[in-house]
């Protein structure tokens, strides 16, 4: 089974840039048909989509969130990883890795969640 999971520092400055890396076993980031999603869970704005990158390194990403967002796929070590600029505490958030078979939707297998905390 495809089985996802994140990595990352979980306390993060604010201004500087939050780097997450989604590890994918069991299945193949290569593979097409499938996108790779990242998701972020807050109390005040609940679950929102961020962002997705698929097999051949195109990008979807949030219009909320484009100017920060970059998410890149690494085929040799089978993962993709979010980074996400100028972060506030309002960024302090879970977040998630997930696949899909679309660019906002449509999971069918998703990590534990990584607990980053934007503070001072």
């Known amino acids: 089974q495809v089985q996802l999971q994140e990595s990352g520092p979980g306390l993060v400055k604010p201004s500087q840039t939050l780097s997450l890396t989604c590890t994918v076993s069991?299945?193949?980031?290569?593979?097409?048909?499938y996108y790779w999603s990242w998701r972020r869970q807050t109390p005040g704005k609940g679950l929102e989509w961020m962002?997705?990158?698929?097999?051949?390194?195109?990008?979807n990403y949030s219009p909320a969130l484009w100017r920060r967002v970059s998410i890149t796929i690494d085929t040799s070590k089978n993962q993709f990883t979010l980074q996400l600029s100028s972060v506030t505490p309002e960024d302090t958030a879970v977040y998630y890795c997930?696949?899909?078979?679309?660019?906002?939707?449509?999971?069918?297998?998703w990590g534990r969640g990584a607990q980053v905390t934007v503070s001072s």
């Open positions: 997930a696949r899909a078979t679309k660019a906002d939707g449509d999971y069918d297998y």
């Open positions: 069991g299945g193949s980031v290569t593979s097409k048909g």
């Open positions: 962002g997705a990158i698929r097999y051949d390194g195109s990008t």
